[in-house]
């Protein structure tokens, strides 16, 4: 794993920005504090999908793996502004466990487990859920096996997640990509339900963000944006808005 902190287009580091402009920026503050709203709304939407309709639970599943990525940003951090390679590391690994693996993987499974049985549309999302999981292991084991490709850097006082993919020998980095979006927005874009749709569309939205105004460091802000957008999520349940589309299994 290797630790970087580049130098800006005048030269100087990340770290000499002035404080109006870090106070705009992520920081360990931020993740630990998303990972708390998330952790907790996540716990609310598990509570009411066990009382409602068990089938939810998946989904209510979402909001309390997105806590935890940003908890474990929070200890990317964390050993950054210490300077311990270990923590840096270990904070990194379960980061990218759940933006490469569990993403691309446990969305389509959920949008599947959420679906009324009869829907022609279910045996598309198993496929989809069968190959996310294959996408995603091959994401993520090799950085488990090669902690070297880990590449954590400081980019504009926001953290950077770079470094080599077994795929980028097989494909260009942004079929990889591609592929990956289409993992976690076509399943509930093709969903019966019509607030799994605008799911969906709330994370279209926080891809063209993340394209047009943070490159810089696009996963991790993309994280914790499509984090915050499953709060999205909890209002569905907590409103249990499947019951319009489906009375039989929501009522």
Known sequence: MTHRQPADSKGSTSNEHDPETRL??????????????????GGYAVSRAW????RYLPVA????FAGIQQFAEGNVWWGVNTGDPGTTLAGAL??????????PFWIPLA???????????????????????????ALYVPHLINPDWIDVSVNRDSLAYEGTMILDYLMPRELTYVIYLFLIIAPPAISTYLHMRWFALTIVAVVIVDILFLRYAYISFFCILAGLGTLHLIYIIARNKCARECPVLFA
């Open 24 to 41: 705009m920026c992520l920081s360990q503050t931020v993740s630990f504090a998303a990972s708390a709203v998330l952790l907790a709304g």
């Open 51 to 54: 009382a409602i309709n068990r």
């Open 61 to 64: 599943m979402m909001p309390v």
């Open 94 to 103: 379960v980061f990218i466990f759940f933006t490469w693996f569990m993403w």
């Open 111 to 137: 949008s599947y487990v959420l679906e009324p049985p009869h829907s022609r549309r279910k045996p598309w999302m198993l496929a989809m859920a069968a190959g996310g999981l294959a996408f995603g292991l």
